[in-house]
């Protein structure tokens, strides 16, 4: 019993730990070339394949719950030499959408957003990042403050999965009552060897 107490301590700190760092960072939005997609309410973002009307490319588009500032996010794998071109670009029309574009360098399957990166907008503001994380499962977190593309007045952030998978809302929540009921088994397996 001192186990799962002692257990259960360690579990509410480090909860409180990421509660703390999560709010402190503002509200998250996850989302990956893939159309998944994790907003700070814990629901998923609507999607679709649009054309942009800057680039007249159609791309996957996320439906943002705010305008945003118009502008474009330049993603640069790590260790890349500048100048050279992006992996991916996010674009922010002000409009309540956001483009995902990415290189189609790596071959079929193609993903929603391989599509290749049209030219940065030249007459909005421009941002570069430099991804982080292994090649398969690097992205970029990026706070979009000073009237910079996607800022907006949520305070939401945003974190863009380059090469992988955004959680999806469900699978974190299964994840969570997975949890719960392993916890809530043992104890009844405890108390009925006790018992």
């Known amino acids: 019993m001192k186990q799962l107490t002692r257990f259960l301590l360690v579990l509410t700190f480090a909860s409180a730990i990421v509660a703390t760092t999560a709010s402190s960072q503002g509200a998250a939005i996850t989302v990956d070339e893939l159309g998944n997609s994790i907003m700070y309410n814990g ?39 500048v100048p050279s071109p992006p992996s991916d670009l996010i674009r922010f029309d002000g409009n309540f959408n956001m483009y995902f574009f990415s290189d189609n360098l790596d071959g079929p399957p193609f993903d929603p957003a391989d599509v290749g990166i049209p030219a940065p907008n030249a007459a909005a503001p421009v941002v570069s990042l430099f991804e982080s994380g292994p090649e398969g499962n690097n992205g970029a977190y990026y706070n979009p403050t000073g009237g910079n593309p996607g800022d907006n007045s949520f305070g939401a952030d945003y974190f863009f999965v380059s090469d992988g998978v955004a959680p999806e809302p469900t699978t974190l929540a299964l994840a969570g009552l997975s949890g719960l009921l392993l916890i809530r088994r043992r104890r009844s397996q405890r108390i009925a060897i006790s018992g």
Do not use: C, H, K
């Not at 007249?56 to 502008?71: K, S, W």
């Open 43 to 81: 629901t998923a973002m609507p999607w679709s394949i649009q054309t942009e009307p800057f680039s007249g490319m159609a791309t996957l588009t996320y439906q943002l719950p705010f305008p945003g500032v118009r502008g474009d996010v330049l993603l640069f794998e790590p260790n890349t030499p």
